[in-house]
């Protein structure tokens, strides 16, 4: 366990889903008005027809819009919507970032298993690093800022100062001042 690190427990993990969920609301409200409208018209269109198995692409749809919202945001940011008014963030276990097919197996199928009968998500409770099942399968840990953590991953901010140029406007600073000895005779002390 990190001792720089302050873990999200349950309590704001299931506050920022919650967040996610109210996000998820609008493009799933219009999945499901898409299939109202096709039910009632009783027209056969390929978006209602059974395609794998008994699912129609429809289905397939409102399964893949929350699973790309996941992998996508967590993968490019770090945080859902619902992490990051929270404060919140997915890391590696080295506190880097998160590769792609890391956040793919966490989102995916972790998060399936951590669903089954929801003890994947209780298993937070006991845990020092407050993993779920899908962050011990992917090997993360979800934190927040405190004790002046930062939020930014440390090769992202190293990678950006990297490439920055300095700025031209910038005047150079005075030379350091040696207090161990008195000031000569023509020199001020500050």
Request: proline letters at 8%.
């Amino acid at each position: 366990m990190r001792e720089d690190v302050c873990y999200a427990g349950f309590a704001v993990r299931f506050f920022a889903w919650l967040v996610d969920m109210l996000v998820m609301l609008i493009p799933m409200s219009m999945l499901r008005f898409a299939r109202w409208v096709l039910l009632l018209s009783r027209v056969s269109v390929p978006m209602n027809q059974a395609l794998l198995f008994r699912y129609t692409p429809l289905d397939i749809a409102a399964y893949l819009v929350p699973v790309i919202y996941f992998v996508a945001m967590t993968w490019s940011q770090g945080a859902t919507v619902g992490k990051m008014l929270l404060k919140l963030e997915v890391i590696s276990v080295e506190r880097g970032r998160l590769t792609f097919w890391q956040t793919v197996l966490r989102e995916t199928v972790g998060r399936y298993l951590s669903a089954v009968a929801f003890i994947g998500y209780l298993m937070i409770l006991p845990d020092r690093e407050k993993r779920a099942l899908h962050d011990r399968i992917a090997d993360t840990r979800v934190i927040y800022a405190c004790q002046g953590n930062p939020i930014r991953r440390p090769d992202t901010v190293r990678n950006r100062n990297a490439d920055a140029a300095p700025p031209d406007n910038v005047t150079p600073s005075a030379p350091p001042v040696d207090l161990s000895k008195p000031p000569e005779s023509g020199e001020t002390p500050l």
